[in-house]
């Protein structure tokens, strides 16, 4: 009786262990970088994307996610920034966002970004050369 009891506890972790890193894990998408929206006060800053080369839509939430293990993120203004620099520069260019979470349309359920990997050129803020 022990035994299956030791057995279904070790199962029961290992279900739990399973839906966290699910849940929470880290991920990369590569994606393009369609618009944002949000100032983080009122309206929750989101990060607009669709799949590299398709129309399939992907929203990403741009939350802080303070002390939480293993992110403790505190830039969710810069990462928005960054992601307005590459709507504007690089449109067409595929990049990865990393983050976690899930996205459940049901639940409002929206992964969460938490750095976006751009070639350089997208992530630099235009120059004013060529004015003038």
Do not use: H
């Not at 739990?16 to 994606?31: F, M, Q």
């Not at 966002?97 to 409002?108: A, E, K, Q, T």
């Amino acid at each position: 009786m022990r035994k299956k009891m030791m057995i279904g506890l070790g199962l029961v972790l290992v279900v739990a262990l399973a839906l966290t890193y699910v849940r929470w894990g880290p991920k990369a998408w590569e994606v393009q970088i369609t618009g944002t929206t949000g100032d983080g006060r009122e309206i929750q800053y989101r990060i607009d994307t669709v799949y590299a080369g398709t129309a399939d839509t992907l929203i990403f939430k741009n939350t802080d996610a303070g002390f939480m293990p293993p992110y403790f993120k505190f830039d969710s203004a810069n990462l928005q920034s960054v992601a307005n620099r590459v709507t504007r520069e690089c449109p067409q260019e595929p990049v990865t966002v990393n983050g976690y979470g899930l996205r459940i349309p049901f639940m409002n359920m929206f992964p969460n970004a938490t750095s976006i990997e751009a070639p350089e050129r997208c992530r630099k803020a235009p120059s004013d050369s060529g004015q003038g």
